[in-house]
């Protein structure tokens, strides 16, 4: 069984940093694409970033220049380096990764629990 574990998230005041971490552990052959999601109180989740086995990145406008996704596939752990932190990127945060369990399989999507993330003002 796959799992994703998220790390890294607490309080910040605005303008600071924080850097998430999410390990996938299990047995499994190989993860595709990884993602962060956020979901704020009331709100919707939505996709922040993603990140191809390959490494090419799509980030949401809204973090675009504060935001950094990597990955060490050898780790299989995906990371998020947040800078500039405001009082609008508090949400809970979730990693995403399609992950493959043989190579005679498809990809199945598996979700880490989420870390929260608060900034205040």
């Known amino acids: 069984q796959v799992q994703l574990v998220e790390s890294g998230g607490g309080l910040v005041q605005a303008g600071g940093s924080l850097r998430l971490s999410c390990v996938a552990s299990?047995?499994?052959?190989?993860?595709?694409?990884m993602c962060w999601y956020r979901q704020a109180l009331g709100k919707e989740r939505e996709l922040v970033v993603v990140?191809?086995?390959?490494?090419?990145?799509n980030y949401a406008d809204s973090v675009k220049g504060r935001f950094s996704i990597s990955r060490d596939n050898a780790e299989n752990t995906v990371y998020l380096q947040m800078d500039s932190l405001q009082p609008e990127d508090t949400a809970a945060y979730y990693c995403?990764?399609?992950?493959?369990?043989?190579?005679?399989?498809?990809?199945?999507?598996?979700w880490g629990r989420g870390t929260q993330v608060t900034v205040s003002s």
């Open positions: 995403y990764a399609g992950v493959r369990a043989s190579w005679k399989t498809g990809y199945n999507n598996y």
């Open positions: 299990g047995v499994f052959f190989n993860i595709n694409a």
């Open positions: 990140i191809t086995s390959g490494g090419i990145t």
